[in-house]
Antibody, heavy 127, light 107 residues
Framework: QVQLRASGPGLVKPSQTLSLTCTVSGASVSSASYFWSWIRQPAGKGLEWIGRVYTSGNTNYNPSFKGRVTMSVDTSKDQFSLKLTSVTATDTAVYYC???????????????????WGQGTLVTVSS | EIVLTQSPGTLALSPGERATLSCRASQTVTSRYLAWYQQKSGQAPRLLIYGASSRAAGIPDRFSGSGSGTDFTLTISRLEPEDFAVYYCQQYGSSPRTFGQGTKVEI
């Protein structure tokens, strides 16, 4: 079955860059049928979609991250990554990676629902 | 951005009872592009429903989804002990993708 596992530093200092990697097993990030996404959840709060990357390296980000986010994919390792720059305490959250269904719409190919999700990794921003 | 408002915030029920969860969108959700997820404490969300009413693989038929436009409902026909969790709706008809704030179903 498809499994995703997020990994990376659990503590990042303010103003620095948060870097996470998601390792996929049971599927390939080279699949033409899916996007690969990052979603976060501050403690006790709801879920926020950060963005997605496609096997080609094509990306689409939530505008609320105002140019701070970069996603990439490494097909040789079946991994995809997240970088979030200039972090503050408000970026403290559990970060999830997930596979996103690809929808074909009048606007082109777009992110649908998320399934499955990785187990999540807590990132704390603190000095 | 489409804002999803879930109600109630908390639903206190007993095993065997019926649960009805609401998700209201600030704008019409295109083509019933709405999903529901279940999240248990300390775990990642799990997909239950997509396309407003299609059950994901392996999801018991006591879970059902309905609705269109701006009003959507998740119904759990008879609560099992393992169903006590937080439930989120998510729309994928408009960018950016957004989630509701969640409904907690508790005993």
């Amino acid at each position: 079955q498809v499994q995703l596992r997020a990994s990376g530093p659990g503590l990042v200092k303010p103003s620095q860059t948060l870097s996470l990697t998601c390792t996929v097993s049971g599927a390939s990030v080279s699949s033409a049928s899916y996007f690969w996404s990052w979603i976060r959840q501050p403690a006790g709060k709801g879920l926020e979609w950060i963005g997605r990357v496609y096997t080609s390296g094509n990306t689409n980000y939530n505008p609320s991250f105002k140019g701070r986010v970069t996603m990439s994919v490494d097909t040789s390792k079946d991994q995809f990554s997240l970088k979030l720059t200039s972090v503050t305490a408000t970026d403290t959250a559990v970060y999830y990676c997930a596979r996103a269904t690809m929808l074909t719409t009048v606007r082109g190919y777009e992110v649908g629902w998320f399934d499955p999700w990785g187990q999540g990794t807590l990132v704390t921003v603190s000095s | 951005e489409i804002v999803l408002t879930q109600s109630p915030g908390t639903l206190a029920l007993s095993p065997g009872e019926r649960a009805t969860l609401s998700c209201r969108a600030s704008q019409t959700v295109t083509s019933r592009y709405l999903a529901w997820y279940q999240q248990k404490s300390g775990q990642a969300p799990r997909l239950l429903i997509y396309g407003a009413s299609s059950r994901a693989a392996g999801i018991p038929d006591r879970f059902s989804g309905s609705g269109s436009g701006t009003d959507f409902t998740l119904t759990i026909s008879r609560l099992e002990p393992e169903d006590f969790a937080v439930y989120y709706c998510q729309q994928y008809g408009s960018s950016p993708r957004t989630f509701g704030q969640g409904t907690k179903v508790e005993i």
